[in-house]
Every structure is written in structure tokens, then in C-alpha cells.
């Protein structure tokens, strides 16, 4: 116990390195090497590359409420060096991940300082096993779209971290700059659309420390630490918002709390229950809906004890990811639970989870800090020796469905690469995953006019 405390850093960057392992045994035990239904989309840039006719401005399009400019220049990079290896993808995925991870266990480490007690030690510990979140290592490692995302949480963590050392340093101009130029990058270019959860919570951080610190801000204050980040936060919203229409009235659709917080509870409850139990018709929903409601209690804990306590003296990391998740929960109740007729269904799609699980290691550093030395030290401790052991456990469960995934990619891989032809059959189309024949062919053709995704058809042959 006392090499765990005292070492506890060193411990977890070593879980990171062990997750990472294990998704780099998953990617390569699964050998994916086909297209994605969104990725199928894209391939028309590639076309447009290779003509000559692709123009910067092609980045920025927008997909549905997204918009993928950094994923889709990796895509056409990908194409154009690399001859479409959608494994690479996948690995950079893995490491974009781990990289997140780390960061988010330097930015726990920076507020805990020292001297480490049990409960920090443990926290620090778990951080790993939250933001690599067993339950999607399926959901992540085996759709590139999704798992290069993870570069988004990255980012992110690392603009929270700069926030919370402006904020408690002296006014520092030139840092206030370099903070929203991060910014302007991470949520425009890397982002997608979760970068306006990003944006959201500089600006409510800044508000509230704005106010906390009212009779304390001098005008160097204002106009060096906190106008930059909160004017920056406001205009990068609008500018990533031009020309995406929503249908969604947001206020009127948050005042039906019956259906958000039936949402909200069943969105953080499957963050930490496995993806493999079946929800189906509203089958075992109860349990979830009961584990979303103790991490929501958690988190008003959590919150409490970080205003109660002045933890925001040591910093704001774990409140901007509490506050980062939970912007994350709305824009996902917004733009897929609405879309549903709200309730629980929208909450189900595993591929919001990543964003929307993280918040949970705030909250525990809130409350590690808060505990210190005194006996409940022990109850945060296990609560995080259960929590390693189930995040273990979905790894582990993930990594046993590997033979079926690997199964699964190989039919997938046989329906593209087979006959042209064979896309008349609704069947294969599915299996494909093209959305339809005429999609199929298109990109079939152009993935055989350029020589591009040889791994994919070598696989393929191999078998044969």
C-alpha cells in the first residue's frame, strides 16, 4: 500500500501502457481493413484529389451536426501515401487514446500535488481505466471514425489544463493568446462537434471563477486572463455553427426533463456496465438507470465539495471534465435523443460514450481531495479497486469477442472485394456496409482505379 501511494504516477502511466497494449492486441487480432458506412462518403474526396479538383474548403463541409476536417485530411494523407490502410487509422486511434490517458492523468497529478494519500493514489490510479473505457474498446478500436476522435479528448484535456494554470497565476497576456489559438485549433480543425462541449465549459469556468473572484478582479485580470478565453469560446461556437441548420429547438427540448433525465441516467449509467448486456425493448434498464443515478450523485457530491472546500484554489481540471461531460451528455441528448422521440433509446449508441464517461475521474478527484487522510479515504479507495476491476473485466471480455470481430471483418471484406456484380443483392450491400449498390460500385471503382486498400484485398485472397 505505501509503494502504491508513493509511486502512484509511475503506476498509472504504467496502465496506460498496458491499455495500450491491449488495444493495439485488439486491432491486430481483429485485421479490419475495410471501409466504414461514413468513410464511404468520403471516398468521393479521394476521386476529387487524384483529378486535381479537391479544394481546402472541401475539409470544412459539414456532415450531419460535424465537421471532420482534421479525420478527413488523415484520410486523404492515408490515401495518398498510404494507399488507404485503414489499420493505420485504427493504430493511430489507439495512440491518440493512450495520449488522452496521459495527459489526463498528468492534469489529476498537477491537482492532487503532493504529498499523495490513499485516496488520491487510488484515484490517480483509475484515471486510466475511465478515459480508456473498457465498455467501447470495441465500439472505438474497430471503427477509425470513432477511435481518431479520441485525439479530440486529447486536445481538450490539454486546453483544461492551460485554463486552470492561467486562471490561478498572475495576468499573462501571451498566454491568454496561446490558450485561444489552441482553441481555435482544437475545436475548428480537431474537434468535430464536441468541441462545443469543449468551448461551453471554458466559457462557464471562466464565468464562474469570474464570479467567485468578483471583488478580487482587477482590469489586468479581465482583460488578460479571462476576455480572451471567454470571447474566444463565444466566437469559435458561431463560426463552427455557420451554415449547420438545426431542426432542434435546445431550450424547449432540455424543459422536457422527464425525457432528459430519463436520458441523462441511462447514458451515464451505460458508461460503466457492459456494452454486452442487452438493453433491447427496455430489457435491464433498471440496473442502468440505478447505476446512472449513483454516478449523478457522485458528481453533486463532487461539485459541492469543490466549492465548499475552494478546491478551485489547486485548480479547475476536474471541474472542466465534469462540466466537459456533461456538455457532452446534452449535445448527444440534443442531436440523437431528440431525433429518437427522447427517452432512453438515444442513449444506447456505445460511440457517445467516450466523451460522456470521462467527467467520472473529475469527480473522484474532487472527492479524494476532499477526503484527505480521514477514514472515508478507504471507501473512495475501493470504490476504485471496483472500478479497475470491472473497466479489467470489459477488456478482457472485449478481447475474447476478438475471434468473432475478426470473423466479421473477413465477411465484410469478402462482400467488398468480391464481384461488382454481387452488390445487385441487398445482402451483400449490407454486409459491405455501403448503404446501397449504387454507393458500392462507386467506391469500388474508385478503390480499383487508384490500386488503394491492398491489405484489405490481400486479406481477402489469402483466405480464398
Not at 23 to 46: A, N, P
Not at 175 to 184: I, Y
Not at 212 to 230: C, Y
Request: hydrophobic share 50%; glycine share 8%.
Amino acid at each position: 500500500m505505501t509503494f502504491l501511494i508513493r509511486h502512484s504516477l509511475k503506476v498509472s502511466l504504467l496502465m496506460v501502457l498496458l491499455l495500450f497494449l491491449a488495444c493495439l492486441h485488439y486491432i491486430f487480432s481483429i485485421d479490419l481493413f475495410t471501409l466504414g458506412g461514413d468513410q464511404m462518403r468520403w471516398v468521393e474526396l479521394i476521386e476529387r484529389l487524384y483529378r486535381g479538383q479537391f479544394y481546402w474548403s472541401d475539409l470544412w463541409d459539414p456532415h450531419g451536426s460535424h465537421r471532420a476536417p482534421a479525420y478527413k485530411a488523415i484520410f486523404l494523407a492515408n490515401a495518398k501515401f498510404f494507399g488507404l490502410n485503414m489499420q493505420l487509422e485504427q493504430v493511430l486511434g489507439a495512440m491518440a487514446w493512450t495520449g488522452a490517458a496521459v495527459v489526463a492523468t498528468i492534469g489529476v497529478a498537477r491537482h492532487f500535488g503532493r504529498p499523495a494519500t490513499m485516496a488520491t493514489a487510488f484515484v490517480l490510479i483509475s484515471t486510466p481505466f475511465i478515459v480508456m473505457n473498457g465498455q467501447v474498446f470495441q465500439t472505438v478500436l474497430s471503427y477509425s471514425v470513432i477511435s481518431l476522435r479520441m485525439l479530440d479528448m486529447m486536445c481538450f484535456f490539454i486546453v483544461f489544463i492551460l485554463l486552470s494554470r492561467n486562471l490561478n497565476r498572475k495576468p499573462n497576456y501571451l498566454d491568454s493568446l496561446k490558450l485561444v489559438a489552441l482553441m481555435a485549433l482544437f475545436s475548428l480543425f480537431i474537434g468535430r462537434g464536441w468541441g462545443q462541449a469543449m468551448l461551453a465549459t471554458v466559457f462557464l469556468v471562466v464565468v464562474v471563477y469570474a464570479v467567485l473572484n468578483l471583488h478580487d478582479l482587477t482590469k489586468e485580470r479581465i482583460g488578460k486572463t479571462l476576455f480572451p478565453p471567454a470571447a474566444g469560446a463565444l466566437l469559435f461556437v458561431c463560426v463552427y455553427r455557420i451554415g449547420i441548420e438545426s431542426e432542434v429547438s435546445a431550450l424547449s427540448e432540455l424543459m422536457d426533463f422527464q425525457s432528459l433525465m430519463t436520458f441523462v441516467l441511462t447514458l451515464m449509467g451505460r458508461t460503466l456496465t457492459f456494452q454486452h448486456i442487452s438493453v433491447e425493448n427496455g430489457e435491464n434498464l433498471l440496473p442502468i438507470l440505478v447505476v446512472g443515478g449513483f454516478i449523478a450523485a457522485i458528481y453533486a457530491l463532487a461539485i459541492c465539495l469543490f466549492f465548499v472546500k475552494r478546491q478551485y484554489r489547486q485548480g479547475w481540471f476536474p471541474f472542466c471534465l465534469m462540466m466537459f461531460s456533461l456538455g457532452a451528455i446534452l449535445c448527444v441528448y440534443l442531436g440523437r435523443g431528440v431525433s429518437l422521440g427522447g427517452g432512453w433509446q438515444g442513449a444506447l449508441f456505445p460511440r457517445h460514450l467516450p466523451e460522456c464517461s470521462v467527467g467520472f475521474a473529475g469527480a473522484l478527484v474532487c472527492i479524494a481531495c476532499a477526503v484527505k487522510q480521514s477514514r472515508h479515504g478507504v471507501v473512495v479507495a475501493i470504490l476504485c479497486v471496483l472500478l479497475v476491476a470491472s473497466q479489467s473485466i470489459a477488456v478482457i471480455k472485449t478481447a475474447t469477442h476478438s475471434s468473432y470481430r475478426a470473423k466479421y471483418a473477413e465477411r465484410r471484406a469478402e462482400a467488398f472485394f468480391g464481384p461488382v456484380s454481387a452488390f445487385s443483392d441487398k445482402a451483400v450491400v449490407k454486409s459491405a456496409r455501403c448503404h446501397s449498390e449504387e454507393l458500392c460500385v462507386y467506391v469500388r471503382g474508385i478503390v480499383d482505379q487508384y490500386g488503394l486498400m491492398k491489405q484489405g484485398r490481400d486479406k481477402v485472397n489469402q483466405d480464398d
